[in-house]
């Protein structure tokens, strides 16, 4: 007879291995044996700190504990065994574990686990990084200060199928834990001058000395980590180092505090980086640093330093950002401004930069990307091949941008980037150049989207893709709302704008949909995509009538992209209704020749966000233009 559900307050360990999948495919019989070894030491820590295993499946395993503080000792001493046991491993095949722990009520029935809190534990442990820990509030506040162990406070999280934030902290030793390892399970000691191999392979800031993240507004003293370089996120990473103030004006000295701060606030929203928490950077306040030394230290590949200058009622700011692996600038820029309203100038100085170093970030991951050979990519290097062949606005750049993208979904199917580029390459090939059929591709564009978005709930861009895909739908107020929703998240990013844009000009409000596209033109001025915003704007404002303006605003996509062929027919058609029919010709017959199946599927039948009065004053250009048809 099942035992009765019982309730009752437990802390559950949460664990599973980072890529098992792609470990998996790589090699079965060595991935399995890896588990077992892994296994075996996790099954005796977890009896060995009064733990029980109330389930496993495959490479996750889910554990319970009698108190916090042998849950958090079990965890710690988990990832310092494993680390041993990939100590010898070559980087892709080492078996990572992340770990999630909370304390919460749980019910009970024939020894399994159910409630909220087993789910809570299972999101914190899927926002650890590889080899990392993530626990609760509900942990950090029952241990106090008892536990050997460092906290970074990384912030409210939105997790899915949980109601409200959850408050999260990354969790790693103290040093002083690290000199007196687990007696059966010491730390393997690596070549003299590389320091501690297990801190290294977690990807958190390591505590440094004076200064270790508790809580809000709360500080607790830690002794300084053993040097040694931390790995890369699996995503472009960035350390904003305190402005150094090089003016006489020591009250000067909170402004540039000011501005490094909300350069990070700032950042922080944009979901395709790695962003490092302010008390982390500004431990190198004022500090001569080598920017190679912040990168290894902070595990990050970029580094964004500055200065600030006062003269008079006039003050200057640059700042660069600097490629921490080579020491080589990605990107700098100077402001100058005059200070009437200091936060005014604040605000203007962070908005600035910060819409300009995201992009540049995302121009250098693609070089690098491109740089690899095909057959060496990971999910990212792979996502960002395709970011760059999509940017070429071609069918055959397309195509190679679809391969790329499936590429980076099979590497890491819980990469949400994937998805989002392969919808994005879908709609490209259906809308833009009839490779492909629009009916036939709705359905798995607008799949991929809502897949990017159950994966990554927080992230800006799989919102842009599901307002693409429901515009193709011809949902408008959809699309409309789905950009929307991706501002809120980050409210700098270029392409929400774009797609409100888009949707605005084809539900009958042009002058609005231009100026939300040309505010994505603001924020990214050197976009590889901009192609998209040229071109609804060249519509937004031949439907405004603008002719003159429609005209200039398709020249220039055209100008940059010369293969893609949807500006032409726009260019023809405003044109045609200037009476300038002998300059339109060779537009139209550029827009047959360049893709004739897409012309004629858009002309002769009206695509489903086009209203029929839109589409009819389309059609009247470009017979005004030649067009027989």
Not at 185 to 190: E, L, N, R, S, Y
Request: aromatic share 6%; glycine share 8%.
């Amino acid at each position: 007879m099942a035992e009765r559900a019982e309730r009752r307050l437990t802390t559950i360990l949460a664990a599973d291995i980072a890529e098992y999948s792609r470990l998996m495919r790589a090699d079965e019989d060595a991935t399995m044996r890896a588990l077992h070894a892994c296994r075996a030491v996790i099954d005796a820590l977890i009896a060995e700190h009064r733990g029980r295993i109330a389930n496993t499946a495959g490479d996750a395993v889910l554990a319970e504990f009698p108190s916090v503080a042998d849950g958090l000792a079990c965890a710690l001493a988990m990832q310092q065994a494993l680390a041993a046991e990939n100590a010898d491993a070559p980087a892709e095949r080492r078996m990572q574990f992340r770990i999630g722990l909370h304390l919460g009520d749980v019910m009970t029935r024939d020894g399994d686990l159910f409630g909220d809190a087993v789910n809570i534990a299972a999101r914190l442990e899927a926002l650890a990084e590889p080899g990392g820990i993530c626990v609760s509030a509900a942990v950090r506040e029952h241990v106090g200060t008892r536990a050997e162990a460092a906290f970074t406070d990384i912030g409210a999280q939105q997790v899915k199928n949980i109601a409200g934030a959850v408050h999260v902290f990354s969790v790693g030793p103290r040093a002083s834990s690290l000199q007196n390892p687990h007696p059966n399970h010491p730390p393997p000691a690596g070549p003299a001058g590389e320091g501690v191999p297990w801190a290294g392979s977690l990807n958190y800031p390591p505590p440094l000395a004076g200064e270790g993240r508790v809580g809000a507004g709360e500080t607790q003293a830690v002794e300084p980590m053993p040097a040694g370089p931390l790995a890369l996120p699996d995503k472009p990473s960035i350390a904003v180092l305190p402005f150094a103030n090089m003016s006489n004006d020591p009250e000067q000295e909170f402004f540039a505090d000011g501005i490094a701060e909300d350069v990070i606030t700032a950042l922080s929203r944009y979901p395709s980086l790695f962003v490092i928490a302010r008390n982390s950077c500004f431990t190198y306040k004022g500090r001569a640093v080598d920017v190679k030394v912040v990168g290894r230290e902070l595990g990050v590949r970029y580094v964004l330093e500055g200065s600030l200058r006062k003269s008079g009622n006039r003050i200057r700011v640059t700042a660069q950002l600097v490629d921490a692996e080579t020491g080589n600038h990605v990107w700098a820029e100077r402001y100058d401004r005059d200070l009437a309203d200091i936060f005014a100038v604040q605000d203007e100085i962070t908005e600035a930069a910060t819409i300009a170093i995201a992009p540049a970030i995302a121009h250098a991951e693609q070089q690098r990307a491109m740089r690899r050979p095909p057959q060496n990519l990971d999910a990212w290097a792979a996502y960002q091949r395709g970011m760059w062949h999509i940017g070429k606005a071609t069918a055959e750049n397309t195509r190679l941008a679809h391969q790329f993208f499936q590429q980076a979904i099979d590497l890491d199917p819980s990469f949400a980037g994937g998805y989002i580029g392969l919808a994005s390459a879908i709609s490209a090939a259906s809308t833009a150049f009839g490779t492909a059929v629009l009916a036939e591709t709705q359905g798995s564009e607008e799949s991929l989207a809502r897949r990017a978005i159950a994966l990554d709930p927080s992230n800006a861009d799989a919102y842009i893709c599901l307002s693409v895909a429901l515009r193709n739908r011809a949902d408008l107020q959809g699309a409309l709302a789905e950009a929307e929703r991706a501002l809120a998240l980050c409210p700098n990013v270029a392409p929400g704008y774009g797609r409100k844009g888009q949707a605005l000009v084809f539900s009958g409000q042009p002058r609005v949909g231009i100026a939300a596209l040309e505010t994505a033109l603001r924020l990214d001025p050197r976009s590889p995509t901009m192609w998209r915003e040229l071109h609804y704007l060249a519509i937004g404002r031949y439907f405004c009538r603008e002719y003159e303006a429609a005209a200039e605003a398709a020249r220039r996509v055209i100008r940059l992209y010369p293969d893609y062929p949807l500006p032409y027919r726009w260019l023809a058609a405003a044109l045609g209704q200037l009476g300038r029919a002998d300059e339109a010709k060779p537009a139209l017959a550029k827009a047959i020749a360049v893709s004739p199946t897409g012309f004629e599927r858009v002309v002769r039948n009206r695509v489903p966000w086009m209203r029929p009065e839109d589409q009819a004053h389309m059609v009247e250009g470009l017979r005004k233009a030649g067009w027989e048809g």
